[in-house]
């Protein structure tokens, strides 16, 4: 912390009392507008701890990515390990899992409708309103899956009159980037369309013949918007979205396999993925191939005085297909594929009353969810037996010239009647999840300056879970080499149902305009889990994995007077049947384990000051407690800390501009953030840990006529500090973890024009 505020006192220029002389007025900066409790409020309004980040923040901040957001949010950690497998985390909560028979911790919303099922929630940034990221329980407010939060995305809708953007971008690393939109339309009818392509190389070599360096980029995003309003009292809004992802593969490095072993991770790999890939894994090389349909309609008519009914409608579909080499060396050895695919329907109609002492929301949801994983696996008989249980001592798997000594194993094991013996599995399980509600919030102004809200959810849910496995015994072994099951491709099924009933009570005190306190109790819930497998017999194996429950208790501070805006809130929270989502060691397969109970006691605030026009200063930081209770019944869990989740987290920055001419102003915005140590696993172990990163970025450039033409040069970790993004992973439950480094020095110029 001491690094960061040092760090935060160097960004204040010397400059700054000639600048204040200069300043004819004080900047004031303008509401922020937000849709979290379904209406349109004043941020200082919500009774609830609310970080927005607007469209024009986020250029200020040059965040391209979702993954790049969560430095300037406290609270928030998104993971992008790959677009096919995001990781979003609020106070310690973590949504990541891929498999379609657990259901996600967090929500993600799209336009008001949720997409949370974690292989479809990735999203392209590009041309959006804001981000709303909404902390501690909202089941009222955002379903089932808002165990702990929410993160609500926002893109600019279709609207009167016509404007356009275009924004091009050229990189190290060979980075390009073009995106942007035009707008047209009456008051009656308008349309929009915008659009994004990233393309940028891999910055982890890959020295295996025919390999692409490991995480490049190809990525594009589309949109298109249409507006409708036939009368004033009834409008209409429809969405399409399309989102594709081709990237390189995943650098899943071993730190005792290959090359990575003797010269560590931040260097050259060598993946060389399966022989069979194309065959076996769907694809001849390592990497993602992902595409996202989603459509979006919302209807709003304003039916009496004070009387309002909204409708808003989605489909989304996606398929997503990521190779990957799971045990991070040049051998034939943990090969996996994983086919994620599925669609999710959902309709909410709600209606809202205002008026000066009451407000309501009262209403319906139906979301049914339709998807499944499969892995496929290959490896190599002899390689894998050596791999794992070192069956011919002495002979090793892979050295650090990159030699896979094991691929000598099936010849010796055989006694020279095969060299090469390729073996190929899969497993599948398949979840379709239907659940209906009926939720209300209703708000009194008990006084002038006192407003009392209670509102609740009743969830009905069915959830439906498959499990299918191909595992054929091994030739040299005699079983299947993973240790599952083998259903012989036949589908087990299983169903069951729950119910649910979630409160929340706010209250929230105006001590001016300006200024409010509020606090809320209100109770989170991840549903149960159908988890299903398959047993020796083979018969099924189930297992219902029962909710986890929590309750919150917050308090907070809201202020936007003149110059000052900012926030600070204080929670605590505690967890019954806290789940953590495991790899089993036995079999490479995620599961849910119950860990008991939990508790997460945490502080988060932020600060923005305009002191004179042209320029600004912001701040942030969350102390987040986030540890499973240090009890003998929470077993191997007792006393560690939530995965990935830093116990500190802080971001400061300014943004200074002057104006050099009526036509002409330079801008410079640097920022740094901080987060201290986080563990990617639990159990934790500090051999899968990450030590305190402090990362300095900045954007600085010229705006001519009136801003209508940009011209910025930007960095993001100016130092290139070399860390982890992820650790563990598959390969960690055969013995051999792997590291994910996190992206280099990036730098480059952008320009944009707008009209």
């Not at 507008?33 to 980040?53: F, G, M, Y």
């Not at 469209?55 to 790959?82: F, H, M, W």
Request: net charge neutral; hydrophobic share 40%.
């Amino acid at each position: 912390m001491r690094r960061l505020l040092a760090l935060t006192v160097a960004l204040v220029p010397s400059s700054y009392p000639a600048l204040a002389r200069a300043a004819e007025q004080t900047a004031v900066a303008a509401p922020i507008i937000v849709t979290a409790q379904k209406i349109e409020q004043r941020d200082l309004d919500v009774p609830i701890t609310l970080s927005v980040a607007t469209g024009p923040r986020l250029q200020e901040l040059g965040v391209t990515d979702i993954g790049e957001l969560s430095a300037y949010v406290p609270g928030l950690n998104i993971q992008i390990q790959s677009p096919h497998s995001p990781g979003f985390v609020i106070r310690g909560i973590t949504s990541d899992n891929g498999s379609a028979q657990q259901p996600p911790r967090v929500s993600v919303y799209y336009n008001g409708v949720d997409i949370s099922r974690a292989r479809g929630a990735y999203q392209g940034l590009f041309d959006l309103a804001r981000i709303e990221v909404a902390k501690g329980p909202q089941a009222t407010l955002f379903g089932t899956a808002a165990t702990i939060g929410a993160v609500s995305l926002v893109p600019n809708l279709a609207r009167p009159g016509f404007s356009a953007g275009l924004t091009s971008a050229i990189g190290n690393l060979g980075a390009l980037r073009e995106e942007g939109f035009i707008n047209i339309g009456s008051e009656r009818i308008s349309a929009r369309v915008a659009g994004q392509w990233k393309k940028r190389d891999g910055y982890v070599p890959n020295l295996a013949p025919g390999q692409d360096d490991l995480y490049a980029q190809d990525q594009l995003g589309l949109r298109g918007a249409l507006h409708f309003q036939p009368t004033e009292s009834l409008s209409a809004d429809l969405v399409l979205t399309y989102d594709r992802q081709r990237n390189s593969g995943t650098p899943f490095l071993s730190r005792r396999l290959g090359p990575t072993a003797a010269q560590g991770i931040f260097g050259a790999a060598y993946l060389g993925g399966s022989l069979a890939s194309g065959a076996v894994l769907g694809g001849d090389k390592l990497g993602i191939d992902r595409h996202v349909y989603d459509v979006n309609l919302t209807v709003t008519a304003d039916i009496a005085d004070g009387w309002s009914f909204t409708t808003t409608n989605g489909y989304r579909r996606f398929n997503s297909r990521e190779v990957f080499d799971a045990d991070g060396s040049a051998a034939w050895y943990l090969e996996f594929a994983e086919q994620a695919k599925g669609w999710q329907a959902s309709h909410e109609g709600r209606f809202t009353y205002r008026d000066a002492q009451w407000r309501a929301i009262f209403g319906w949801n139906a979301f049914i969810e339709n998807g499944s994983q499969t892995v496929p696996f290959s490896t190599e008989v002899g390689t894998y037996l050596q791999c794992t249980a070192n069956v011919i001592p002495g002979l090793g798997c892979v050295d650090a010239n990159n030699q896979v000594t094991a691929s000598r194993a099936t010849a010796l094991l055989s006694r020279g009647l095969a060299t090469v013996i390729p073996y190929s599995s899969w497993y599948r399980n398949s979840g379709r999840n239907t659940t209906w509600s009926l939720f209300g919030d209703v708000s009194w102004m008990a006084a002038p300056r006192l407003e009392l809200l209670a509102g609740a959810r009743l969830l009905i849910e069915d959830r439906r879970s498959g499990y299918a496995a191909q595992q054929p015994n091994a030739p040299l072994y005699g079983r299947p080499l993973l240790p599952l099951v083998d259903t012989a491709g036949a589908t087990y099924t299983a169903k069951r149902s729950f119910t649910a009933l979630l409160p929340r009570f706010s209250l929230l005190y105006h001590l001016s305009p300006a200024s409010t306190l509020f606090a809320t109790i209100s109770q989170g819930r991840r549903s149960p889990a159908v988890q299903l497998s398959a047993a020796s017999g083979p018969v099924p194996d189930l297992s219902i994995v029962p909710a986890e429950t929590v309750w919150n208790y917050e308090a907070g501070l809201k202020i936007a007077r003149g110059a000052v805006s900012g926030a600070v809130s204080v929670y605590y929270d505690r967890y019954r049947n806290f789940q953590v989502t495991v790899l089993d060691v036995s079999s490479g397969a995620v599961r849910i384990d119950n860990a008991g109970s939990a508790g997460n006691a945490g502080v988060e605030a932020e600060l923005d000051v305009r002191p004179v026009r042209g320029v600004r200063f912001f701040g942030n930081m969350a102390y987040t407690g986030a540890r499973i209770d240090d009890r003998p019944a929470n077993g191997i869990y007792a006393g560690d800390r939530f995965r990935l989740q830093p116990r500190w987290q802080a971001a400061a920055g300014m943004m200074i501009e002057h104006s050099v001419s009526d036509a002409v102003s330079l801008f410079a915005a640097p920022n740094v953030t901080y987060r201290s140590k986080l563990y990617f696993e639990l159990p934790n172990s500090e051999a899968i840990s990450q030590s305190a990163v402090t990362l300095i970025n900045a954007r600085a450039g010229a705006r001519l006529w009136s801003d209508r033409l940009e011209i910025a040069g930007f960095v993001r970790n100016l130092t290139d500090r070399r860390y982890l993004l992820d650790a563990g992973n598959v390969g960690g439950s055969f013995g051999y973890p792997t590291f994910i480094p996190a992206e280099p020095r990036t730098f480059g110029i952008e320009i944009s024009a707008r009209y």
